[in-house]
């Protein structure tokens, strides 16, 4: 089974614009995540989709969002970019999305903003 | 709430010495337990996670751990260090059953492996 994949890889933007990243799950998994990773904040949950529903979302501004199509690919965007929303973005994909399942992780897309 | 930590963001070994991750955790649950690895520009890779099964968890890559309910830990072990082996380490937690799926993840150990 191909794993799970995310584009673009790499992604330079400039204060004020928007983005959207995307993630094909691996297939035949119905639960996508995205994480932010920072080198000050670290590791952090931005939400969870579960047949095309967000169901659970971390502690990030309205700035952020996401949503999942029936194929289970999902996309997040950012609008407004600021200085620190420059990470890696992380998708991670699972069967059922419950908490004792492993959660398989892309490559990332790494965005700077300057 | 659940948080899980990670002493030492930096550890030296040498190629063939035993390697040794701390991980200590805090859940009112019982909490689902992961190692997961990262190779420079690269997502997660999971090593090895724990699921209120077997105690001592094996992995890939000759890891394995302990999970320690007395001392709240779940340390990452490795016999026998390899150069290969050099990358950022996370223990993350989530749970509990039934609950979100969100992983909680520690600030990572960079393993360093000396020749």
């Known amino acids: 089974k191909a794993g799970v994949t995310q584009t673009p890889r790499y992604l330079i933007k400039t204060r004020g614009q928007q983005v959207t990243l995307s993630c094909s799950p691996i297939s035949g998994h119905r639960s996508v995540s995205w994480y932010q990773q920072t080198p000050g904040q670290g590791l952090q949950f931005l939400f969870e989709y579960f047949s095309e529903t967000q169901r659970n979302k971390g502690n990030f501004p309205g700035r952020f969002s996401g949503r999942q199509f029936s194929n289970s690919r999902s996309e997040m965007n950012v609008s407004t970019l600021e200085l620190g929303d420059s990470a890696l973005y992380l998708c991670a994909s699972s069967l059922e999305g419950q908490p004792q399942e492993t959660q398989y992780f892309g490559p990332g897309t790494r965005l700077l903003v300057l | 709430a659940q948080s899980v930590t990670q002493l030492g963001s930096h550890v030296s070994v040498s190629e063939g010495a035993l390697v040794l991750l701390r991980c200590n955790y805090s859940s009112s649950v019982p909490p689902y337990l992961f190692w997961y690895v990262q190779y420079p520009n690269q997502g997660l890779q999971l090593l090895l996670k724990?699921?209120?099964?077997?105690?001592l968890v094996k992995g890939i890559n000759g890891f394995e751990a302990e999970f320690k309910k007395s001392e709240t830990s779940f340390h990452l072990t490795k016999p026998s260090a390899h150069m290969s082996d050099a990358a950022e380490y996370f223990c993350a937690v989530s749970g509990p059953r039934g609950a979100t799926n969100k992983l909680i993840f520690g600030t990572g150990t960079l393993l360093a492996v000396q020749p």
């Open positions: 724990y699921t209120s099964a077997a105690t």
